[in-house]
């Protein structure tokens, strides 16, 4: 069975970081790119990033490019997402999904960035 | 403001039929193909239609997915209250070089 389960989340202060995980099962980790998506409170889905198989190529959403930095650990089966210079408005739920189709989605992780 | 257009809420019938537009330009629906999720209350996403007009293994007939020019429409037919969700569609940006979402768009069934 395909799973993939975020941890990490939590509270933070602006300007803080925090970094994401991602443990992955049940398919060949190493052979899919990966993403995370996010979804504010209430708010729709946006995408975050993206990561090649061998970590190669890395695409970012331009409201993060500089600050969050997205890799993996093909022999650790994991995806991480590590998040610098939080703002307010990076709250959100952070998912882990198997791309290219985004067809397996975790729970998601909560990140509060508040003071 | 989403790159992908779609229609904050659809609303019908059980039993009936409801589409959801979604719109977009030539540098993403236009050039690639379109994903549509459904996320229900309180849960993550699933995968409903992927290459613009495939289902994954498990999702019901029901649910069917086409693609015309920059525009792309979800189908549920045979609505159920089980259907009542909110849906996104999703494409590559190849101008953006990124992942692009439609806003959603929250579907009652009445």
């Known amino acids: 069975e395909v799973q993939v389960v975020e941890s990490g989340g939590g509270l933070v202060q602006p300007g803080g970081s925090l970094r994401l995980s991602c443990a992955a099962s049940?398919?060949?980790?190493?052979?899919?790119?990966m993403s995370w998506v996010r979804q504010a409170p209430g708010r729709g889905l946006e995408w975050v990033a993206n990561i090649k198989q061998d970590g190669s190529e890395k695409y970012y959403v331009d409201s993060v490019k500089g600050r969050f930095t997205i890799s993996r650990d093909n022999a650790k089966n994991s995806l991480y997402l590590q998040m610098n210079s939080l703002r307010a408005e990076d709250t959100a739920v952070y998912y882990c999904?198997?791309?290219?189709?985004?067809?397996?989605w975790g729970q998601g992780t909560l990140v509060t960035v508040s003071s | 403001q989403s790159v992908l257009t779609q229609p904050p809420s659809v609303s019908a019938a059980p039993g009936q039929k409801v589409t959801i537009s979604c719109s977009g330009s030539?540098?993403?629906?236009?050039?690639?193909?379109v994903s549509w999720y459904q996320q229900l209350p309180g849960t993550a996403p699933k995968l409903l239609i992927y290459d613009s007009n495939k289902r994954p293994s498990g999702i019901p007939d029901r649910f069917s997915g086409s693609k015309s020019g920059t525009s792309a429409t979800l189908g549920i037919t045979g609505l159920q209250t089980g259907d009542e969700a909110d849906y996104y569609c999703g494409t590559w940006d190849s101008s953006l070089s990124a992942v692009v979402f439609g806003g959603g768009t929250k579907l009652t069934v009445l």
């Open positions: 049940g398919f060949t980790f190493s052979s899919y790119w």
């Open positions: 999904a198997r791309a290219q189709y985004l067809d397996y």
């Open positions: 030539s540098s993403n629906i236009g050039n690639n193909y």
